[in-house]
């Protein structure tokens, strides 16, 4: 993770291997050997390779967990020794810590998830958990319960996430038939999928891309038509959070509608869902109206099973589609028929899904700004999004909800205090 690290930082500033060489006063081949893991750069070696590239002390710190890390382990900590036997085990601690050490909001190198998802190109192109099929099944249906009721810190959950996936390549190395090897690649795909849900909430796109495309990858090996289509549905909404709503995100939408090639099914109605949002955030009613037509056709076809399941992300239930249309009514600049569909929405809405309720509720306020309510549409979008993490969706409807302020609310206490909650940091 360290030469991960380093590298993606070279890549950043545009730097060849002989420039940092230069810079630091070695040789390009030692630097090559530090970048692929191979050996270990000294102490001050790796503080002036980060000094050379701008990474304000992000390489120094690794350099001393990964010190830090073999210590534990019982090993004399070396400069430029080669890794053993024993690499395997210490690139899952330094991939967990590693990833654990940004915060919620912290801009994970994109390069780290590439690292994280290594394996799995290997595996393709080409005796450390045993958890049985149903065991890593379990687990994927476990993540998609919490997804939406879950408000424990991100970091955790990423570095649960991390190790999970670093644990599942493992098995996917051992795995000795086609019928276990499409098994676990459903379940690499769906954890890969959350993953990047994760990395959306603290806006690093670039590295929620990269996983994104991990799941995908995962899904088309495994065979199963279904979770292709979800994952290229699941990749255009967080496209659609994270502002990426050009031409990428409609590929994914038309190519996860043309694999489900008119079977009514959960990825097909989220990308459904989404393309409703595309289109009443770009203003064109009509498309949009009709998106929603079509999306509620959907949802009326979909199995009793998914409609039903109104907690995990395998669920499509009604108040889904009252949202996706109330959604596109205020961004129209509907609210009054926006205001029944959120009521139903939010009285439907479990408890614990404090979330979605969340969302609706930043919905109401948005639409008491359309009909001049300022003062009580600020007041109650800072009173429901302060107290839980702000994610990515609620950013968009914040952002919406700003930008529809007359310009002489745009001073208004709450409406610094929403800016402030809507920022990424990092």
Request: hydrophobic share 40%.
């Amino acid at each position: 993770m360290l030469g991960t690290a380093m590298r993606f930082h070279r890549d950043a500033v545009g730097l060849s291997l002989r420039d940092v060489a230069a810079r630091i006063h070695t040789h390009a081949s030692a630097i090559d050997r530090w970048e692929t893991g191979k050996t270990r750069p000294s102490a001050d070696s790796a503080h002036d390779y980060d000094r050379a590239v701008g990474a304000g002390g992000e390489l120094i710190a690794l350099h001393a967990e990964a010190v830090a890390l073999e210590h534990r382990q019982g090993g004399t900590p070396t400069a430029d020794t080669s890794i053993g036997d024993e690499g395997g085990d210490m690139e899952r601690r330094a991939a967990m810590r590693f990833l654990a050490t940004f915060t919620a909001g912290a801009a994970i190198p994109a390069s780290a998830v590439d690292a994280l998802h290594g394996d799995l190109w290997r595996f393709l192109e080409a005796n450390a958990n045993d958890y049985s099929l149903s065991e890593w099944e379990q687990i994927a249906y476990d993540y998609g319960q919490t997804v939406w009721t879950e408000l424990r810190p991100r970091s955790t959950r990423t570095t649960d996430l991390v190790g999970d996936i670093h644990a599942l390549n493992m098995r996917l190395r051992r795995a000795k038939d086609s019928p276990e090897q499409s098994a676990l690649l459903r379940t690499y795909a769906q954890l890969s999928a959350f993953l990047a849900c994760e990395l959306a909430q603290t806006a690093s796109p670039r590295a929620c891309w990269r996983s994104c495309h991990a799941a995908r990858t995962a899904a088309d090996a495994s065979g199963d038509r279904e979770l292709r289509v979800w994952t290229r549905a699941w990749e255009a909404s967080q496209s659609f959070h994270l502002h990426r709503r050009g031409p990428a995100a409609d590929a994914l939408v038309q190519q996860a509608l043309d694999l489900a090639d008119g079977r009514p099914c959960l990825g097909a109605a989220l990308a459904l869902e989404t393309r409703t949002r595309l289109l009443a955030s770009r203003r064109q009613p009509e498309a949009a109206k009709q998106a929603i037509t079509e999306l509620r056709q959907m949802t009326d076809d979909l199995p009793d099973a998914t409609t039903a399941d109104r907690i995990s992300v395998w669920g499509m239930p009604m108040e889904n589609l009252d949202f996706s249309r109330a959604f596109v009514y205020t961004a129209l600049g509907d609210s009054k028929n926006a205001a029944p569909l959120l009521d139903a929405a939010l009285a439907a809405t479990p408890p614990e899904k404090v979330g979605a309720r969340t969302n609706i509720a930043l919905m109401q306020a948005w639409g008491m700004i359309e009909n001049n309510d300022i003062t009580q549409g600020l007041t109650r979008a800072l009173e429901v999004a302060h107290p839980i993490p702000v994610t990515s969706y609620r950013r968009v409807v914040i952002t919406e909800l700003l930008k529809g302020l007359p310009a002489n609310a745009q001073a208004h206490p709450a409406a610094h205090e929403l800016r402030l909650v809507a920022t990424p940091i990092g």
